[in-house]
C-alpha cells in the first residue's frame, strides 16, 4: 500500500512539474499575440488612410509576430497533460484566424503598393508641353507690321531666317537624340527594377509555401 501512495505521489508531483512551466509559457505566448493584435488594431484605427508600403509593412510585422507565436507553441510539449494541451490548441486556433485575416487582405494591399509606386514614378517624371513654343509662334508672326524693303535687305533676311530655321532643326534633333537616349535608360532601369521585384515575389512566394506546408503539417499534428 505504501508503495501505491509513493508511486502516485511520485506521478503527481513530475506532472505539477510538467504543467507550472508550460502553463506558464503559454500565458507568456498567449500575451505577446495579444499584444500585438491590439497594436495592430489600433495602427490601423488610427490611420484610416495608411496604404502602400507602409500598409504592407503593418501587415507584415504583424503576420510575423503572429508566426513567432505559433512557432513558439510548436516548442512546447504537453506530455499528455489535456490542460496544457487544450489551452495550446486553442491559442493556435486564434492565431490561424488572424493569419486567415491577412492572407486575405494581401492581394489589395499588393494593389495598394502597386498605385503608390506609379505615383511616385509620374510625379518624379512629368510630361512636359512644347504646344506653348508653336502658339508663341504664331503669335509673332500675326503681330508684324508690313514694311518696305529693298532687294539687298530683303535677301539678307532670308538668309538669316533660312540660317535659323537650320540651326532651330538641329537643335531639334539633337534634343530629340538627347530625350530618347534618356528614355531608352529609364526603360533599361524600369526592366531592371522588374526582374529584382519579380526575384523578391518569387521568394516570398516560396517561403509563404513552406510556412504554409509547416502550418498545416503542425495543425493536422
Not at 19 to 41: D, H, M, W, Y
Not at 93 to 101: D, F, M, P, R, S
Amino acid at each position: 500500500m505504501a508503495t501505491v501512495i509513493q508511486s502516485a505521489f511520485r506521478t503527481y508531483s513530475t506532472q505539477k512539474k510538467n504543467i507550472i512551466p508550460n502553463l506558464r509559457r503559454l500565458r507568456e505566448v498567449e500575451t505577446k499575440i495579444q499584444r500585438a493584435g491590439e497594436k495592430f488594431s489600433n495602427l490601423i484605427s488610427n490611420n484610416p488612410s495608411l496604404c502602400g508600403e507602409k500598409l504592407r509593412l503593418t501587415y507584415a510585422e504583424y503576420e510575423e509576430s503572429l508566426t513567432k507565436g505559433l512557432l513558439e507553441l510548436d516548442s512546447i510539449i504537453t506530455k499528455g497533460v489535456d490542460v496544457v494541451r487544450e489551452i495550446r490548441k486553442n491559442i493556435v486556433v486564434k492565431i490561424n484566424a488572424e493569419l486567415a485575416k491577412i492572407d486575405s487582405k494581401k492581394e489589395d494591399i499588393r494593389e495598394s503598393v502597386r498605385r503608390e509606386q506609379l505615383e511616385k514614378e509620374e510625379a518624379n517624371n512629368p510630361q512636359s508641353q512644347s504646344d506653348s513654343d508653336y502658339s508663341d509662334c504664331e503669335d509673332s508672326d500675326s503681330s508684324e507690321q508690313p514694311m518696305e524693303i529693298d532687294s539687298e535687305m530683303e535677301l539678307e533676311v532670308v538668309n538669316y531666317s533660312d540660317n535659323c530655321e537650320s540651326k532651330e532643326a538641329i537643335s531639334d534633333d539633337t534634343e530629340f537624340d538627347e530625350k530618347l537616349l534618356e528614355l531608352k535608360a529609364e526603360e533599361e532601369s524600369l526592366l531592371l527594377e522588374k526582374e529584382k521585384l519579380d526575384k523578391m515575389i518569387a521568394c516570398w512566394e516560396s517561403r509563404q509555401l513552406k510556412f504554409e506546408k509547416k502550418r498545416e503539417a503542425f495543425v493536422s499534428g
